[in-house]
């Protein structure tokens, strides 16, 4: 409303603008003609002439009859378009100016666009969309740094294991007396680096379809309570291996519309999250409750706590907290999970205080 009114502000100067020049060129036009024909430029000039030509009065009058006179309709026309030139020139420089301030928008120069006053909103919506610009180049330019320097990352990664597997296998292949005992600890390094290997060809596919490919939905009722169920027994053995253990907090048959894929995705990165996140031989906690309209679900673990500036900054794509928290995952799990829960009209927060983290999600039935 305020920019539609600043509008009608320039349009009404311009229009103001129009009419005083036109009344004052009615009004030199006017004065010209009067001050030819009679009045003390026409005395005056033809005492000029008298003095400089040695002219008596009778034969200057003729003079300037002749130079001014009957000249008079081409007078008034330069007269005329003088004042023309001046408006127009008036009028123009508003449009170089626009003009000036495209070009700064188009090729990206430094500090504010300025405009005369009059064209103040112009100026206004012109430094919005600089600022947009700027703003969606900037935030471009960093994921595409952060995207880059993960890769790297993970290229990198990629050498030590695959090396480590090849020397093992090499050595199982080559040594043929090995003991019973050398030769399992051999498998058990060889496949160990494999399964870490697999998990960093994971992270490159998950990056791959987080960045070119867009999340739809395909709803179907599921039962929660089945669901978290199956997921924590097929968690069960990355449990046992720090000592964890999952309780699982529900009311009976929770029915939830939702795409069950997706959901069970979210589900998986915040339990995934918790296992790894935890301190060894403590609990793990998930609780669902159903309210009229919703169902809120909350993930409990203890461990380190969380400081606020990166607690703010966890739903981030490509953001990891630090090797003493966290492991070597490529960052995108909570940032997929987040982006699935705010597609099906939800909300996800995380909170950590004295060393539990509790991590909650809010779904409209």
């Not at 229009?15 to 006017?30: C, D, G, K, P, W």
């Not at 008298?50 to 002219?55: C, R």
């Not at 294991?161 to 296998?169: C, D, E, G, R």
């Not at 291996?241 to 907090?249: D, F, Y």
């Amino acid at each position: 409303m305020k920019s539609k009114n600043d509008f009608g502000q320039f349009r009404a100067k311009i229009f103001l603008r129009t009419i005083a020049v036109l009344v004052s060129a009615a009004a030199v036009l006017y004065l010209t003609y009067a001050v030819l024909l009679r009045g003390r430029f026409a005395n005056g000039m033809v005492a000029l002439f008298q003095t400089t030509l040695g002219m008596d009065y009778d034969a200057a009058l003729r003079f300037y009859e002749r130079t001014f006179r009957s000249h008079m309709d081409t007078i008034i026309l330069l007269v005329f378009a003088g004042l023309f030139y001046c408006y127009l020139r008036w009028l123009t420089r508003y449009f170089e100016s626009i003009s000036k301030g495209m070009d700064a928008l188009l090729q990206d120069v430094a500090g504010e666009i300025s405009l005369p006053p009059e064209l103040l909103p112009i100026e206004r919506k012109m430094n919005l969309a600089k600022h947009t610009i700027d703003r969606q180049k900037s935030d471009m330019l960093l994921a595409e740094q952060k995207k880059n320097d993960l890769v790297m990352y993970l290229a990198h990664d990629l050498k030590t294991p695959l090396a480590s597997s090849i020397s093992y296998l090499n050595l199982l292949r080559d040594e043929k007396q090995l003991s019973e005992e050398l030769r399992e600890k051999y498998l058990s390094i060889a496949l160990a680096k494999s399964e870490r290997l697999e998990d960093l060809i994971n992270e490159f596919l998950e990056i791959a379809r987080y960045s070119l490919s867009t999340i739809t939905l395909q709803y179907s009722e599921i039962n929660l309570t089945r669901l978290l169920e199956q997921l924590v027994y097929e968690f069960q053995p990355v449990l046992d291996q720090k000592s964890l253990t999952c309780r699982l907090a529900t009311g009976d048959d929770i029915l939830l519309n939702c795409d069950a894929g997706k959901m069970q995705r979210v589900f998986d990165n915040l339990l995934r999250n918790a296992v790894n996140y935890s301190y060894d031989g403590t609990e793990i906690t998930i609780a669902a409750e159903q309210n009229e309209d919703s169902v809120r679900l909350k993930f409990s673990n203890r461990g380190g706590t969380i400081p606020r500036e990166k607690l703010e900054r966890i739903f981030e794509q490509f953001y990891r907290l630090d090797t003493g928290r966290g492991s070597s995952g490529a960052g995108l799990g909570l940032a997929i999970a987040k982006q699935i829960v705010t597609l099906h009209k939800g909300t996800i927060t995380a909170e950590s205080r004295d060393g539990l983290t509790v991590f909650t999600v809010v779904l409209p039935i």
